[in-house]
């Protein structure tokens, strides 16, 4: 289950697809996470595009709205057939509910649903300044996921550095889905709450995203190998 996601944050489908060609030698073919820029330039044919290669997908688009438009979206979503996505915690429990309920198709069946819960560019400093969120992190963290777990999600997005406490409250087999992911020698970009891919597996990540440290690396492939050595051992 455990597997190394690449965050294909491109604006073009010619611009992602080149980038995943250079993947065709690859004996492990990756988990590919779009996200809003690639699905908001190139549209939905970019998620067909890249599933008829083979790729498994989680479709990052962080929903959060009144739960009525959530529900009907995520029923579009669902008929993409990827194999993971996402809302905002903070759209309350009932927008999460909303969320599932949409996402599963007639037959039961559905894509692993998560949730945000604090954006790993947030600082607790921020969150209490601008957001006015007088909680610390890790218990706003800590609540956000029980959230998501009674919504009956199937885990959160959260930094490494909450994995094993995000485990603790909301059960091992609740996913923890970690960006915030850098090279011991690489550069932290604009990301606040990082872990390298060694660390992020002994900590208890299922999931590692990963996007500059692979896709603005001069050997995009060697870095991305050099993630699966690190995480998967
Ligand atoms: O380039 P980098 O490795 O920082 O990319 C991280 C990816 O994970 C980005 O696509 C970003 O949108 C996403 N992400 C994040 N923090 C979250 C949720 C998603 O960085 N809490």
Do not use: W
Not at 82 to 98: E, L, P, Q, S
Not at 126 to 141: F, H, P
Not at 166 to 187: H, N, W, Y
Not at 203 to 210: A, E, L, R, W
């Amino acid at each position: 289950m455990k597997d190394v996601i690449i965050a294909c944050d491109f604006s073009g489908s010619g611009e992602v697809l080149d980038f995943l060609d250079g993947f065709s030698g690859c004996e492990r073919k990756p988990f590919v996470k779009i996200g809003m820029e690639l699905f908001y330039g190139a549209g939905p044919d970019i998620v067909r595009q890249i599933k008829m290669r083979g790729h498994r997908i989680f479709l990052d688009l962080k929903l959060h709205d009144i739960p009525n438009t959530v529900r009907k979206t995520m029923k579009v979503l669902s008929a993409l057939d990827v194999d993971m996505t996402n809302v905002h915690a903070a759209g309350t429990i009932d927008m999460m509910k909303a969320a599932l309920e949409g996402l599963t198709r007639p037959d039961g069946t559905r894509p692993l649903l998560i949730a945000v819960t604090q954006l790993t560019s947030t600082s607790e400093e921020r969150m209490r300044n601008e957001l006015l969120i007088s909680a610390g992190m890790n218990e706003t963290i800590a609540q956000y996921a029980m959230n998501a777990g009674t919504a009956g999600l199937d885990g959160v997005v959260c930094s490494p550095l909450e994995a094993a406490m995000v485990k603790e409250r909301c059960g091992k087999d609740f996913l923890a889905v970690t960006p915030g992911i850098r090279f011991a020698d690489s550069a932290a970009d604009d990301q606040v709450r990082i872990m390298t891919p060694q660390k992020a597996r002994l900590t208890g990540s299922d999931f590692i995203v990963v996007g500059r440290p692979i896709t603005a690396a001069e050997d995009p492939v060697a870095a991305y190998q050099r993630c699966v050595t690190e995480f998967l051992g």
